[in-house]
């Protein structure tokens, strides 16, 4: 026996543009799937807290690593809030901000022995 010759398919009339449904909307948002990312290759935001220890572990901790992690966040900061067309306070007082925090930290102890004392 022979097997049937395939149908035509069945041609549905357009309906007009102005009734036609709403199209659904893919998951994902029409953009594909990404590749996964190893955990070395990882940003801190992205690991979860059951991969930290093991993402730490991948870390580089020698001077070169960290003067190399030192100087891209350097970079990154002065190109996002210092090199723009138009900036404004936010930099600045960010910087401002961490000296501050720093200094207590450093002057903590010495603080901390002061609150003790009586007034006289």
């Known amino acids: 026996m022979a097997p049937a010759p395939p149908r035509p398919a069945r041609r549905v009339?357009?309906?007009?543009s102005s009734h036609q449904p709403p199209r659904p909307v893919p998951?994902?948002?029409g953009k594909m799937a990404q590749p996964p990312v190893l955990l070395k290759d990882m940003?801190?935001?992205?690991?979860?807290?059951?991969q930290l220890g093991s993402?730490?572990?991948m870390r580089d901790f020698t001077p070169g690593g960290i003067l190399?992690?030192?100087?891209?966040?350097h970079?990154?900061?002065?190109?996002?809030?210092?090199?723009?067309?138009k900036g404004g306070l936010g930099?600045?007082?960010m910087v401002l901000a961490g000296y501050i925090i720093l200094s207590y930290m450093w002057s903590y102890s010495h603080i901390k022995?002061?609150?003790?004392?009586?007034?006289?």
């Open 75 to 85: 970079s990154r900061y002065y190109n996002k809030y210092i090199n723009v067309r």
């Open 68 to 73: 190399g992690a030192i100087r891209r966040g």
């Open 55 to 57: 993402w730490l572990a």
């Open 27 to 29: 998951s994902g948002h």
């Open 91 to 93: 930099g600045l007082s």
């Open 13 to 16: 009339p357009a309906l007009p």
């Open 113 to 120: 022995h002061e609150r003790r004392r009586k007034y006289h």
């Open 43 to 50: 940003k801190l935001m992205d690991v979860k807290l059951g």
